[in-house]
């Protein structure tokens, strides 16, 4: 089972969205022993502590905005304008959408025979299948401490940066 390290967790400058930066080690086992890592990227995480969904009762009804009346889904009819919903705010796992994100990059690079580091750092070397390839940027993404999404001092986001883990 892979295991990673977040070496940095941050906003990336130019669009405001979570930065992170990862280390993969093959094993738990590997990285223990301090062994080098075998993959570093860095991750523009477009995630937020809260989305919108349509209200819905008990039943999975959804509610109209128009007359706060419940309609059941399964009498909508195609080719018919859906009325407009009442939304409201629901609180999102951001720790579960950083952790996926790394699981689902990490399958690709297996995948892939990605090694290196896959920063967009021309000045690092990044290996496909033991090959070096040249990456698209010659310098590093600007970050910084800013967190306009207010998800920087989660304490869950706190204990993903402070606390290395396994990946499925």
């Given at each position: 089972m892979?295991y990673v390290q977040?070496a940095?967790v941050s906003?990336?400058?130019?669009?405001?969205?979570?930065?992170?930066?990862?280390?993969?080690?093959?094993?738990?086992a590997?990285f223990?022993a301090?062994?080098?890592?075998?993959?570093?990227?860095?991750?523009?995480?477009?995630l937020r502590?809260?989305?919108?969904?349509?209200?819905t009762?008990?039943?999975?009804?959804?509610?109209?905005?128009?007359?706060?009346?419940?309609?059941d889904?399964?009498t909508?009819r195609?080719n018919v304008?859906?009325?407009?919903w009442?939304m409201?705010?629901v609180?999102v796992?951001v720790?579960a959408?950083?952790?996926?994100n790394?699981?689902?990059?990490?399958?690709?690079?297996?995948?892939?025979n990605?090694?290196?580091?896959?920063?967009?750092?021309?000045?690092?070397?990044?290996?496909v299948?033991?090959v070096?390839?040249r990456?698209?940027k010659?310098e590093?993404l600007?970050?910084d401490?800013?967190?306009?999404?207010n998800?920087l001092?989660r304490?869950?986001?706190?204990d993903?940066?402070?606390?290395?883990?396994?990946i499925p």
């Amino acid at each position: 089972m892979p295991y990673v390290q977040f070496a940095e967790v941050s906003t990336h400058r130019p669009t405001g969205e979570l930065y992170c930066l990862v280390h993969f080690w093959p094993t738990k086992a590997s990285f223990a022993a301090r062994e080098p890592h075998v993959l570093t990227n860095d991750f523009i995480m477009q995630l937020r502590p809260t989305a919108q969904q349509v209200v819905t009762n008990d039943d999975g009804w959804m509610k109209r905005f128009s007359d706060g009346s419940f309609i059941d889904p399964d009498t909508l009819r195609e080719n018919v304008p859906l009325p407009v919903w009442v939304m409201e705010d629901v609180p999102v796992d951001v720790r579960a959408g950083v952790l996926k994100n790394v699981e689902n990059y990490w399958r690709i690079a297996q995948a892939n025979n990605w090694t290196g580091d896959h920063t967009n750092d021309n000045s690092k070397p990044f290996l496909v299948d033991g090959v070096l390839r040249r990456q698209h940027k010659a310098e590093p993404l600007k970050r910084d401490a800013s967190d306009p999404h207010n998800l920087l001092a989660r304490s869950d986001l706190v204990d993903v940066k402070k606390n290395p883990r396994d990946i499925p």
